[in-house]
């Protein structure tokens, strides 16, 4: 019955609007449809406070919202941090410490349940004893490094209260970054009691509006409308988005390839990952324009090298590879795609400022291996088995023996990062990586991948283990002031004081693809710069 | 033919079987073509089969051209054009001499082939003669031992065990293989290909431990060992010879499954199986990158499979062992005359 009425009261509502066509926005594109999605894995995690790979951010995006969140579109205005859940940006102590926000009256999870404003703490205990990733980004917290350590007691730096929807947050140091951190999913409230435990394959409740309705990890997801988004949370978040299909199926095909065809043949609408190199030529030939195009993207790829053992804890060694890496070759290897560049922080990045400290020379890079006489000349090539990544590092491997290393390539797929990211794992020479943008702030390219404090036994992220002190102490410095014109500048000075040390030889800045079917209107897709693709905005013609 | 031996009347009628001869003269002509490899590296190519060529230049009939075209293009067959460099054009965005690696990738795909039948031979000898002799518990545990192996599909278990073994290697006491060394496939290729074999060896010891020359030894005091090594070894040869060339098909075609999904041969080595697999990605585009690893591994089958054929009719004319093609496994015709 309930559906029934809900339905005649559709129809009442269109009578009396008097829409002209149902199911067709003014644009002539049409409402509803299932989107069919393929990504080449299936994300890290499908928990909010657990994921943190561009897979599972996009895909939680629309579902899970924070208390800030990131606006709905592209380019710059992309990157500008919006009230969520919260009624508004948090008022912030003068002494920096002290954050004050608001839950939005009524909310509802898409089960019916009641958003509270303890759900928020609940949340943020719930990461601290999952031990995820995105603690590092909220251990400034008052008590909750003891929380990480203990997980009894609750983090006593949280207070809310139910009632007024109140939220405060006290931090043991001023920060300048804590906005950005508190739009990223780590925090997006879920019912206080949901269960410490990773719940990719049954998903909690949403807030936005998809819900996760079906999750088999490593092979497919799908989401349909929030049904609780409609009745309740819709107008209560005026600025966050709709959505225009009503079903989104994604399915996990390893190979680009396929995705490709699968795209051609208008088997499914979109393709989550880049077009692959080999097919980009002839793709954007035939599609360029209406059915594809390159997407900007904030990131860095790079090769780390493992700066706390031979033969890269000597600088003239790292100075060498750096020299040795042709931008040329970069550029074709990723057939066009990468912008090449030599910097820490990537086009578009506040602080970034183009230099190049070490022309690519490799006669100098063979004489400075040369006269560094490094020790081991053994070392192990790390990358992933993902195309154009394999090639990579298969180029750099060959230039490494080109200027005098015993160089061997190590392929892994899936659990790449796992592997690298523990340290005890041997051999951990040089490897590929790439970063892209959680928020929009240089902190963000610093502070987790080239601080002291990030070198961790598992899940480390400082992937060259460089721990220099006076590096250590400007990044802390910065990290806890307000952007300017003046920190932007210290902060483009960093990137060069830390490529003077070359713990990294940087590749660039890669542009991803947006490729969809001929069914997709490709105009209205919003490509925002740290989540891509947004859910959204797909439309059908 | 009076007075002869058994092997030499095997190999007159081998020599007499002209298409295991022909098939035996391409198998020859594919290993001097894969054995030159160094040499068309050192004196005609110039290039390593991993060396890469991603910005460089080479003249072609007097025109400069780019081996990789910025938008990631590889440089096609150039035939004699740039004096035998790039004959078969690059291999990809690397700009790798193809001829180079498919030469040096034969190397490979053949090493592991014949390198792990040999592992497979030696195992299943070893098993079968154990396990045929002892009979009893002994034959009890290694025949279930060798149920557990056969009871995964062999295509799974080597990825099982190529993928596992893909990021540390083995490490055995004194016996160290790191992680990219073809050691691994060829062992892992080695080993679950065991029971194929080590199973109708089996039923070949078990028969011939009945017979009376078997008794003979064991009555003038023989030992166990002595049995097994003087008199059911030479019996049991033209059997396992037989079953071992058909087994460098199995293991080739193997090597090349699992380096085309990534669990065998690692980059930069090549092997056909993993240039079939680097191939497929520009089948549209640049289809002989794919069809010429295809086409020598198609050759190098073919000529095996026939040879293996008119060796097992030379030795073995009653033909009692048949291939069981589409299981992939070999069985010992029962009720044969």
């Known amino acids: 019955m309930r559906k029934l009425g809900a339905v005649l009261a559709a129809v009442g509502l269109v009578a009396t609007l008097g829409l002209a066509s149902c199911g067709e926005s003014d644009s002539g594109a049409k409402e509803g449809g299932t989107l069919k999605v393929n990504f080449a894995y299936f994300p890290d995690y499908l928990d909010p406070q657990l994921s943190q790979t561009v897979e599972a951010w996009s895909s939680m995006y629309n579902t899970y919202i924070p208390l800030l969140t990131y606006a709905h579109a592209e380019g710059e205005a992309g990157s500008e941090v919006v009230p969520g859940l919260a009624e508004d940006l948090p008022t912030i102590s003068e002494d920096g410490k002290t954050y004050e926000l608001t839950l939005r009256k009524g909310l509802k999870y898409s089960d019916g349940t009641p958003v509270r404003a303890s759900d928020f703490k609940a949340t943020v205990e719930r990461m601290f004893e999952l031990d995820s990733g995105g603690s590092t980004f909220f251990t400034e917290i008052v008590g909750a490094e003891r929380f990480a350590e203990t997980k009894k007691g609750g983090i006593p730096g949280i207070e809310t209260n139910d009632r007024t929807g109140e939220i405060t947050i006290e931090l043991t140091r001023p920060s300048g970054t804590f906005v950005n951190e508190l739009a990223m999913l780590y925090t997006a409230p879920l019912p206080a009691d949901t269960p410490a435990k990773n719940l990719s394959a049954d998903p909690p409740p949403a807030t936005g509006p998809y819900e996760i309705v079906e999750s088999n990890p490593e092979r497919n997801w799908a989401y349909d409308r929030n049904p609780q988004w409609e009745r309740n949370n819709a107008e209560l978040l005026p600025d966050l988005p709709d959505g225009h299909v009503d079903r989104i199926e994604a399915e996990v095909v390893s190979n680009p390839s396929i995705q490709v065809d699968d795209v051609e043949s208008g088997k499914t609408d979109w393709m989550f990952d880049p077009v692959p190199p080999d097919r980009v030529a002839p793709v954007s030939q035939q599609y360029e324009g209406t059915q594809y195009k390159l997407e900007p993207s904030i990131n860095t790829y790079f090769f780390w090298m493992n700066t706390a053992k031979p033969p890269f804890d000597d600088l003239a060694v790292r100075q060498a590879v750096n020299h040795a890496i042709e931008p040329a070759a970069v550029e074709r290897i990723y057939a066009g795609t990468m912008n090449p560049g030599q910097q820490i922080l990537p086009e578009g990045m506040p602080g970034y400022e183009e230099y190049a400290l070490y022309p690519y020379d490799l006669e100098k890079a063979k004489a400075l291996v040369e006269q560094a006489d490094p020790s081991d000349r053994s070392v192990t090539v790390w990358s992933d088995n993902f195309s154009p990544n394999d090639e990579i590092g298969a180029y750099v491997q060959d230039q490494l023996e080109k200027i005098g290393f015993d160089a061997k390539l190590k392929l892994l797929g899936a659990p790449y990062f796992s592997v690298i990211g523990n340290t005890s794992t041997p051999d951990l020479d040089i490897g590929w990586a790439n970063w892209l943008q959680d928020y929009p702030h240089p902190n963000d390219f610093f502070e987790p991948m080239l601080h002291g404090d990030s070198i961790a036994p598992t899940s480390n992220g400082n992937f060259a283990q460089i721990d220099d002190s006076k590096l250590n102490a400007k990044i802390d410095r910065l990290g806890a002031q307000q952007l300017s014109p003046e920190i932007e500048g210290e902060y483009a000075q960093l990137d060069r004081e830390f490529m003077e040390q070359a713990p990294w030889a940087p590749l660039g800045s890669r542009e991803m693809s947006l490729f969809v079917s001929s069914d997709v209107d490709m105009d209205e897709v919003i490509w925002n710069p740290t989540f891509w693709g947004d859910f959204t905005s797909f439309q059908f013609k | ?337």
């Open chain 2, 1 to 337: 033919m009076e007075g002869r031996g058994p092997w030499y009347r095997a190999y007159r009628r081998l020599r007499s079987n002209r298409l295991a001869i022909a098939a035996l003269g391409l198998f020859a002509a594919i290993l001097l073509f894969v054995l030159a490899a160094p040499l068309w590296a050192d004196l005609v190519a110039e290039s390593g089969p991993n060396e890469t060529h991603t910005t460089a230049k080479i003249e072609v009939d007097g025109e400069s051209r780019e081996v990789v075209s910025p938008d990631g293009t590889p440089i096609g067959p150039v035939w004699l054009g740039a004096g035998g460099r790039f004959l078969l054009g690059a291999d990809g965005r690397l700009g790798r001499d193809e001829m180079v690696r498919l030469m040096h990738g034969g190397r490979t795909s053949l090493t592991i082939g014949l390198g792990a039948t040999l592992v497979t031979t030696l195992l299943a000898l070893a098993l079968a003669l154990l396990a045929g002799y002892f009979r009893g518990w002994t034959d009890g545990l290694i025949s279930r031992a060798l149920d557990v192996v056969w009871a995964f599909p062999v295509m799974l278990l080597g990825i099982a065990l190529g993928t596992a073994l893909a990021i540390s290697g083995i490490q055995i006491g004194p016996l160290t293989i790191s992680s990219g060394s073809t050691w691994l496939p060829l062992l892992v290729i080695g080993f679950v290909l065991v029971p194929y074999m080590a199973r109708p060896l089996r039923g070949e010891v078990l028969a011939l431990r009945e017979r009376e020359f078997v008794e003979a030894a064991v009555a003038q005091g023989s030992g166990p060992l002595r049995v097994m090594l003087g008199e059911l070894l030479p019996n049991l040869l033209p059997t396992a010879i037989v079953l071992a060339t058909l087994n460098v098909v199995n293991a080739m075609m193997l090597e090349a499954g699992l380096s085309f999904l990534g669990a065998g041969v690692q980059e930069p080595d090549s092997s056909w199986g993993s240039m079939i697999a680097d191939g497929v990605e520009v089948l549209a585009t640049a289809p002989l990158l794919t069809i010429l690893p295809g086409t020598m591994i198609l050759l190098t089958v073919l000529s095996v499979n026939v040879f293996g054929d008119g060796l097992r009719d030379a030795i073995n004319p009653r033909s009692k062992v048949r291939l069981e093609a589409h299981t992939g496994s070999y069985e010992p015709e029962r009720g044969a005359a």
